[in-house]
Structures are given as structure tokens and as C-alpha cells.
């Protein structure tokens, strides 16, 4: 690791951002982010950058994911007039990263939006984990790596040694994510066919695949309201799958009703990552893996100048 590294945090995640710098065995560089009255944000990095290799945290929570957003901009302004050398901006989770087309007319696309404001802040490199949609990808005219946390939820479950286990996608757009999943575990696969009749409402027509009698792992990229999901556990209940149904999201939102949901939808176990600030202690059954050892070998190769792909 070259000396020149340095890693800022933002406030939406203290907890990953202090994990990563102990993954990395350095010291979170310190930078002052305060308040106006009025509400305004005032940044300054506290320690000089000049052609520094700088990485900062930031992730879009659920309750104030514009507030970390703009944070996150005037921060990478400040790094700018720091004179940082190159600026990485690591964003576990992509706010608005649903909204990725124009799917009713007179629709933004705001993650394109989310993409231009990055950049012209400041941002020279970002990576996100999972994003909803591949094609956000083609949102930045400058580097930017989506990182995979499948290995994560791989490595977890190999370790129940299950005989019978189907990966469930809960829609269509998920089934190539679900399929490389199930193949690397060793598994079945089955598709749900899902539609939307508003926002944050789905309901499930179709299956797809062989789910009787069988173990089943629910397999998506964020749980929002958690209505999709219970939905779903509920779906293949009823078709025969009468062993545990397992949940595993790599974006915890939990927004709305979602903690409610499920509660009740008796969840074997629910398995989510730390992309988002989660409290473990409002689910009996939720566990909470870590992505601060994957960021850390790709800032580690980010800064020395190695492939990230053959790290994950």
C-alpha cells in the first residue's frame, strides 16, 4: 500500500467507514462536517491531501439518503480544492438507483441525474455495491466499478450444507443475478413473475421452477418495504415449499412497514450487508454480514494500481 492513501467518511455510516479503515490498518483522515442553524453543510478536510490518493465513504440511507448525497458533494468539492490527487467515492448503496428510465411518460431518470452531479463535484472514480440496474453503470463518462457481494451470501450459506435448496428470484430482473448465485451454491433456481399496479405495491402471478419440498433462499438486491419479499415467502408456501424460506438482500432500506412485514412473514433467516446502517437488534432472525474485507482488498488494489476483478 502506497503512503499516499487516505480515507474520509461522510456521517451516513460511521460504523462501515471505522470497519474499512481497520480492514485497511489506517486511521480514518479527519475531516471537520458541521451544520449551519440554517441547515447548511460546511465541510473541511483537517490534514493537507496535495496529490493524495483519496477514498471517501458515503452511503444513501434510508431516512436522509438527499442529505448524504449533498454532503457527499461538498465533500468531494472540498477534496477538489485540496488539491487531492485522484478522488474514489465509495457508495455501498446507489440512492435512486430505481429510477434508471423513463417507464411512465414525463418520468426523470434520476440516477443518471445522481451520475452527472457525481462527477461534476468532483469524483474521478466511484463504486457501488449491487447496484439495482447494470446499466446505471453507463450513467458515468469516468471510471466506475459495480462491485458484486454474492461471495458474501455464497460463503455464508455453503455453510448450512443444505441437501435441497432453491434460489428464488422474486422477479424477472433479478433471475441473472439469482442463476449466477444459485450456480456458484450449488443450487436449483426458480423465477416468480412480479407486477407493479403502483409504486411500492407488487403482486406475484407465475412461478417459475420446482420450489415442493424443498429448502429456499429469496434472493435480492435491496428489501424496501419488504412487500415483494414476504409476498414471495408467502407465494411459495402455498406451492409446496414446506421447509425454511430464507431472505438474502444485499441492501437492507427497511423503510415503511417493511420491519412489520417481516415479522410476520417468518423468515427462516434474514442475511442482508451493512450497505446501509441496520439495526440487527429490531430482527430475532436477522443477521448482518460485513462488506468492509471486500472494500478494503479493492481500495488495496485501487491504490496500487492492480485488477479489481481478480480480487473479487
Do not use: W
Amino acid at each position: 500500500m502506497t503512503n499516499s492513501l487516505r480515507l474520509f467518511a461522510g456521517t451516513s455510516h460511521p460504523e462501515l467507514a471505522q470497519a474499512l479503515a481497520s480492514e485497511l490498518d489506517i486511521d480514518l483522515s479527519p475531516m471537520k462536517i458541521e451544520r449551519f442553524s440554517c441547515g447548511e453543510i460546511y465541510v473541511q478536510p483537517e490534514v493537507s491531501l496535495r496529490g493524495d490518493d483519496v477514498f471517501v465513504l458515503q452511503t444513501g440511507t434510508t431516512k436522509s439518503a438527499n442529505e448524504d448525497l449533498m454532503e457527499l458533494f461538498i465533500i468531494i468539492d472540498a477534496l477538489k480544492r485540496s488539491f487531492a490527487g485522484t478522488i474514489h467515492v465509495i457508495i455501498p448503496h446507489f440512492p435512486y438507483a430505481r429510477q434508471d428510465r423513463v417507464a411512465q411518460p414525463r418520468e426523470p431518470i434520476s440516477a443518471k441525474l445522481i451520475a452527472n452531479l457525481l462527477e461534476s463535484a468532483g469524483a474521478d472514480h466511484v463504486l457501488c455495491v449491487d447496484l439495482h440496474s447494470e446499466q446505471i453503470q453507463g450513467f458515468f463518462n469516468r471510471p466506475m466499478d459495480s462491485l458484486k457481494a454474492e461471495s458474501l451470501f455464497v460463503n455464508y450459506f455453503a455453510k448450512k450444507q443444505f441437501k435441497e435448496v432453491v434460489v428464488v428470484s422474486p422477479d424477472a430482473g433479478g433471475a441473472k443475478n439469482a442463476k449466477r448465485f444459485a450456480d456458484k451454491l450449488g443450487a436449483e433456481m426458480a423465477i416468480l413473475n412480479k407486477v407493479r399496479p403502483g409504486m411500492n405495491q407488487s403482486e406475484i402471478t407465475h412461478l417459475v421452477g420446482d420450489v415442493e419440498g424443498k429448502n429456499c433462499i429469496v434472493y435480492d438486491d435491496m428489501v424496501d418495504t419488504a412487500g415483494s419479499v414476504c409476498g414471495a415467502a408467502d407465494f411459495l408456501r402455498k406451492h409446496g415449499a414446506d421447509k425454511d424460506v430464507y431472505l438474502a438482500a444485499t441492501h437492507a432500506v427497511f423503510s415503511g412497514p417493511a420491519f412489520e412485514r417481516l415479522k410476520g412473514a417468518e423468515f427462516k433467516e434474514i442475511v442482508v450487508t451493512d450497505s446501509i446502517p441496520v439495526n440487527s437488534d429490531v430482527l430475532d432472525n436477522l443477521t448482518v454480514l460485513s462488506l468492509a474485507p471486500m472494500l478494503a482488498q479493492v481500495v488495496r488494489s485501487v491504490n496500487q494500481g492492480k485488477s479489481v476483478s481478480e480480487v473479487l
